[in-house]
């Protein structure tokens, strides 16, 4: 009586997949891969220009690590000065009758 008006779970909702279902398309429904599958191996950039992407991945990396610091140190420093500031504001409402 307690499941009275309750939905069931979804998974017994559904029926059962038929035999179509047992392997369902891999890129979705209507969703076909792209035409000749992956490049051809003469696609693929060179060592060097894979060296070239790395080697600019690795310094934007290195930008952002230090920029992370910066905003770190910062932060650090402006709940800093809020810790002091409420500090002051509680001192001074203490003060004033």
């Known amino acids: 009586m307690g499941s009275k008006g309750r939905i069931p779970p979804p998974h017994l909702r559904r029926p059962l997949p038929g035999p179509a279902m047992a392997h369902p398309e891999p890129y979705g429904h209507g969703i076909h891969p792209p035409p000749g599958g992956f490049p051809p191996f003469d696609m693929i950039p060179p060592p060097e220009v894979m060296e070239q992407k790395l080697a600019a991945q690795h310094m934007e990396m290195q930008r952002l690590i230090i920029e992370n610091q910066r905003l770190a140190a910062t ?9 002091a500031a409420q500090h002051e504001l509680q001192i001074m409402h203490c003060h004033v009758p």
């Open 75 to 83: 932060h650090v420093a402006l709940r800093q000065e809020l810790a």
